[in-house]
């Protein structure tokens, strides 16, 4: 007697075509691609506006170098002066401060002085990413009969003072 084994495949009821392989198909990629697009394009500016935040915490503490200084120079004059220079230098005798902020973000400069206050400013360099800073490019400080108001802003002509400000976090 003979036998007779007939196999029968499993796939032969599968409509679907078979992988072969652990590849990824070309839509997979494209969907995959299209999603990290979508979160770079959220995330970069996100990332970069948070770190020019951080730099103005370098035009802050310069300002306060500067209102340091202001005030042991007024202990020993007669106002306060609108000069960074060094004490030493050919120029008129200064608070001795660098005019820019250490790694070069900002310029300083005190635009105005006299006997009973001065007003500070830290403008972004051009050129750097500050420069970039849609909303507090310019910042100011001013001392007026020993109050201080701050201020900030893009592309603004003349600042508004106020006690507290966007620009400076409290």
């Known amino acids: ?68 200084a202001q005030e042991r120079w007024r202990a020993n004059n007669a106002t306060y002066t609108t000069s960074l220079a060094a004490p030493d230098d050919d120029e008129e005798p200064g608070l001795g401060i660098s005019s820019t902020t250490p790694n070069n973000y900002y310029d300083l400069s005190v635009p105005s002085a006299d006997g009973t206050g001065y007003e500070v400013t830290a403008i972004a360099k051009t050129g750097t990413s500050q420069a970039q800073d849609t909303a507090c490019r310019r910042l100011g400080l001013q001392m007026q009969g020993g109050n201080i108001r701050y201020a900030g802003c893009a592309d603004c002509e003349a600042f508004t003072y106020s006690e507290a400000h966007a620009c400076w976090a409290r």
């Open 1 to 68: 007697m003979q036998r007779t084994i007939i196999q029968m495949s499993n796939h032969a009821t599968s409509t679907c075509p078979q992988r072969s392989g652990g590849g990824f198909t070309l839509i997979e990629v494209v969907i995959t691609m299209v999603v990290l697009a979508i979160l770079a394009a959220v995330a970069i500016p996100s990332y970069n506006d948070s770190v020019r935040k951080s730099r103005r915490a370098e035009a802050f503490t310069a300002m306060a170098a500067v209102q340091q």
